[in-house]
């Protein structure tokens, strides 16, 4: 384990070995657990020991693994042309075919009774350490390649079962946790999540805060500070990590982290009469639901319907491309869950990688790429099959259609197109299909200038504050180094919110706000003062949002959003709310912590 530093501000050495650690605190709550590491970057792994009898089982998957990978670079080797790539690839096939990387795998899996992921990872970091101690620069950057070719052995070996049961009380620890990961895990029931990157809008720690699950980021080289079976403290309120607790630190934080434990949601009831603002304007709770078992926590406690049904959640629920069937029966499932108050689903959210795999190659600006409704539209048979699936579950059923990252109106004429034309086959096939609504998720700069034309061409609306920040201060939500510029409360995106919101009270069109923000007490008087009539969030945040807005009144909250639009910085904002919260609404809405930025 690496030695805190004792000049670094974020570490804390204390008496009795005790070591407390600064953090950004992501997901709310307390817990006491053991560490577990987990390792890799887009396929996430643990180190496993194996029993002698599994060995075999083992060594199997290994060379199951180097024959795909080899294969598929032998695939690209073909295929790529006259351009440099050849040469790229070439050197990773050498390395795969020709080096005696497998040996050492095969024998790390034997020698030390491990995982194959685990025996890949010792290798291959073995190799990393090598090429990076050679002083010629061109000789040392031939690293990136064997990671290259760590990440697709690692991606052969997905198939197979990677998970091992965690023990209770698991905390997980992760440089960087993938929200397919931790949707895997979830069923392992882990206590709590700490790792060195991320953001508060990442769709990891969005899922951790559905989950319930303490989580804080921005621990530095947390790999190096922690060890598999360390105690540890993971404080999501105040975004702290105390590693090696002392006996009265545990003591102190036991009675916290057993209440929070014990937040049971069954007996709490919700009565209609607190769905609207003091001043009696009706607010509609929706809740975003990537799990469909948590639709029935939500339905306890208030939710009218599902705002956004993240459909990508399917691939890991499938391992792969879900089928016309497999999504019809999902789709099925939770628009029946959700019964009148209907379901927003929408069409799929994700890059090639996720769709087909690591092996289509990386995109250097995968926020900018091949995804979404552009992914959608460049490979129409997987969007076909999705739309004939909904458009089957959405007979005799409420089911909305939303489209992600819309730039303008080709993209929703040509999704239209294909649900008219999907539409008529299958009722010319004779298979039952509804007619529902299509919507267009707001999050690019582009479709907020062109909100008047798709409000006029589209059913409903839904507003993606979390893409809206990342794309309009171009700030990537996920990135923890430059989290200091996601600022939600930056004027440019209030102005944008506030013209999306115009734009479909005008014209007399539902609008929900589903990103982050509209579960956040915080921006509540704003959302609420602008306009907002529709919010959805994460099932843990409708009873707090639901208290919040049936203590203010629109009015008083509305002067505050005017006063608010003459700010010119995003401090100014966020000063401004803050005083006005102080004054009126401090027994509704707690202190926020926020991150001044650097500049
Ligand atoms: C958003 O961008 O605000 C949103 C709701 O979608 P996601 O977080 O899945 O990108
Ligand atoms: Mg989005």
Redesign the pocket.
């Known amino acids: 384990m690496e030695v805190p530093d004792p000049k670094d501000p974020s570490t804390e050495r204390q008496n009795g070995g005790e070591i407390r650690l600064k953090a950004r605190a992501m997901s709310r709550g307390v817990a006491i657990g053991r560490v577990v590491c987990l390792h890799g970057s887009n396929r996430q792994f643990f180190k496993i020991e194996i029993p002698p009898s599994e060995i075999e089982r083992e060594t199997r998957r290994a060379r199951a693994a180097f024959r795909l990978a080899s294969r598929q670079l032998n695939k690209l080797c073909a295929n790529s042309g006259t351009s440099s790539v050849p040469g790229i690839f070439d050197a990773q096939r050498a390395m795969i075919q020709q080096s005696s990387m497998l040996e050492k795998v095969l024998d790390v899996v034997a020698g030390e009774k491990v995982n194959a992921e685990w025996a890949v990872k010792i290798v291959t970091d073995s190799y990393i350490a090598k090429y990076r101690a050679i002083t010629d620069e061109h000789l040392r950057d031939r690293y990136i390649d064997v990671e290259d070719v760590a990440e697709r052995i690692l991606d052969a070996l997905g198939g197979g079962e990677r998970t091992a049961p965690l023990a209770k009380d698991s905390i997980i620890v992760a440089q960087e946790l993938m929200p397919s990961t931790l949707a895997e895990q979830s069923g392992n029931h882990p206590t709590a999540v700490i790792t060195e990157h991320g953001g508060w ?1 990442s ?1 990891t720690f ?1 899922l951790a805060r559905e989950l319930n699950l303490p989580a804080v980021t921005g621990v530095r080289k947390v790999l190096r500070r922690v060890n598999t079976g360390d105690a540890a403290i993971v404080d999501g309120y105040n975004g702290r990590v105390i590693l090696n607790p002392t006996s009265e630190t545990l003591e102190r934080y036991r009675l916290p982290a057993a209440q929070f434990r014990q937040i049971n949601y069954n007996d709490v009831t919700v009565s209609e009469s607190n769905r609207s603002t003091l001043d009696g304007r009706e607010i509609t709770l929706r809740v ?1 639901v990537d799990l469909p078992e948590i639709y029935k926590r939500a339905k306890r406690i208030g939710a009218q319907g599902i705002g ?1 049904y ?1 459909s990508e959640f399917l691939f890991n629920r499938f391992k792969g491309f879900p089928t016309e069937n497999q999504q019809y029966e999902a789709y099925r499932e939770i628009a029946d869950y959700a019964g009148e108050d209907g379901v927003k689903i929408r069409t799929f ?1 994700v890059g090639p990688d996720q769709s087909y795999g690591k092996s289509h190659g990386r995109e250097k600006n995968p926020a900018l790429g091949l995804r979404a409704i552009r992914l959608g539209l460049s490979n129409t048979p997987h969007l076909r099959t999705q739309l004939r699936a909904i458009l089957r579950a959405s007979h005799e059923r409420k089911i909305d259609i939303v489209v ?1 990252m819309v730039s303008g109106l080709e993209e929703i004429h040509a999704v239209r197109e294909f649900i008219s034309k999907e539409s008529e086959a299958l009722s010319s096939k004779g298979f039952a299909v509804g007619s529902p609504r299509i919507g267009a ?1 707001i ?1 690019v700069p582009s479709a907020v200038l062109m909100i008047d034309e798709i409000v006029r061409e589209t059913d409903l609306v839904c507003l ?5 920040v990342q794309y309009l201060l171009a700030v990537d939500r996920d990135n923890e180094s430059v989290s200091s510029w996601f600022r939600t409360l930056h004027p440019a995106v209030i102005r944008a919110v506030r013209a999306v919101i115009k734009a479909c009270n005008d014209a007399g069109k539902p609008l929900v706000i ?3 923000m509209a579960g956040s007490p915080f921006y509540l008087p704003l959302l609420i003062g602008m306009g907002a009539t529709e919010l959805s969030m994460n099932v843990n945040s409708i009873l707090r949002v639901r208290k919040v807005i049936s203590g203010l009144a629109f009015q008083e909250a509305a002067v505050v959003a005017g006063e608010v639009s003459k700010c010119r910085t995003a401090d100014e904002v966020e000063d401004l709310l803050q005083q006005h919260i102080n004054e009126k609404w401090s027994h509704l809405i707690q202190p926020e912590r926020r991150t001044k930025p650097r500049i």
């Open positions: 809008t769709h969005i975003n956004l993240r959210d992600p998720m999050e993606g504050t979390n893409d809206l589903c990103g982050e």
